[in-house]
């Protein structure tokens, strides 16, 4: 248990550099306190003790305003930042070293029984207020931008924006003509609007042309 705690902290310190120090971090990171309370839940879970796992869930969401379903499955190196109104659903699988900003939804889309919520692969980044609904896997090394909506499947080292989310970068290559930023993050994060506001320019210009030459052929006949 210390071992991971002390596994935590440390990670915490790499991926923040508002982390100043292990007693901060220790007093005042709610996500740190919520991934705790889900290993201990996620025990009663497995062991089948599932209103002692419901229980110590719903405690640890009113206390960080992070919602972690105690039958989640989450791998090594969760960093949740900020995480208010973050939710993980039942069914959810989230592989190791991935990053998940506040208001994050991994949901389901409907009240089937099984399998119901996405699957994150490993080294996967989800930006504030992306919601990832249904039961579909998300490969690694993907960044899915701030409040994107994804609905499908996503490829591994993909980055995907939007609503509905759609890839705009694969393995490092864009997937169309606009220009989209290499790296994903908080800041310079891939505009929607502007992409579908660049992609109507080429459009444009492209009309442009075509009215000038049918204009150009109409005065020489």
Partial sequence: MFKQLKEDIALIKERDPAARSTFEILLTYSGLHAIHSYRRANWFYRHKMFTIARIISQFARFRTGIEIHPGATIGKGLFIDHGMGVVIGETTIIGDNCLIYQGVTLGGTGKDKGKRHPTLGNNVLVGAGAKVLGPFKVGDNVKIAA????????????????????????????????????????????????QELCKMHVEIEHLEKQLAELKRKSKGE
């Fill in 147 to 194: 409040n994107a909506v994804v609905l499908n499947e996503i490829p591994s080292d993909c980055t995907a924006v939007g609503v509905p989310a759609r890839v705009v970068r694969r393995k490092g290559e864009r997937v169309n003509k606009c220009k989209v930023t290499q790296d994903l993050d908080q800041i310079h994060i891939p505009d929607p609007v502007a």
